[in-house]
């Protein structure tokens, strides 16, 4: 009989969280794309209370940073263990992978805001990714 293997939890948090702000950028980059502005929030010019679009655009962020922080430990701890097929591996990094090339693809576009408010929405989106990962890793870390 096999001895179940593990990763420190420290390696799975780390690896979950750097998957779960590259989700959340990548969520990002392809809503800036399609209107979704994160900077919408500080605009005076509008005459909007909130625009509904930067709104939707922070909870699809932290929403997609959690949920990609908390089913990638998951997955890591599943897969470290031995429990998910390999076929099922493959198709998550399959996922993961035309993800991140519609991400950037969308970023080698020009810009449809202006490049400091543009860096100032990354920076957000990133903080906003990095947090709302950790959380959601760490969630999933304490349940196992």
């Not at 990094?93 to 805001?113: D, H, K, N, W």
Request: proline share 4%; glycine share 16%; hydrophobic share 55%.
């Amino acid at each position: 009989m096999t001895e179940t293997t593990y990763f420190p939890r420290r390696l799975i948090l780390a690896g979950a969280m750097g998957a779960g702000v590259l989700l959340a950028l990548a969520v990002h980059m392809l809503g800036a794309r399609y209107g979704l502005d994160l900077g919408g929030l500080w605009r005076t010019d509008t005459g909007a209370f909130m625009p509904a679009g930067s709104a939707i655009a922070w909870w699809l962020i932290a929403t997609v940073g959690f949920a990609g922080g908390y089913f990638i430990a998951s997955l890591m701890h599943s897969a470290v263990s031995g429990e998910i097929p390999k076929r099922m591996q493959h198709f998550l990094i399959g996922i993961g992978v035309l993800l991140l090339v519609g991400a950037g693809q969308t970023l080698s576009g020009p810009s449809p805001t202006p490049s400091i408010a543009g860096v100032l929405a990354g920076l957000a989106a990133l903080g906003l990714g990095a947090l709302m990962a950790f959380c959601g890793a760490n969630f999933a870390l304490r349940k196992i």
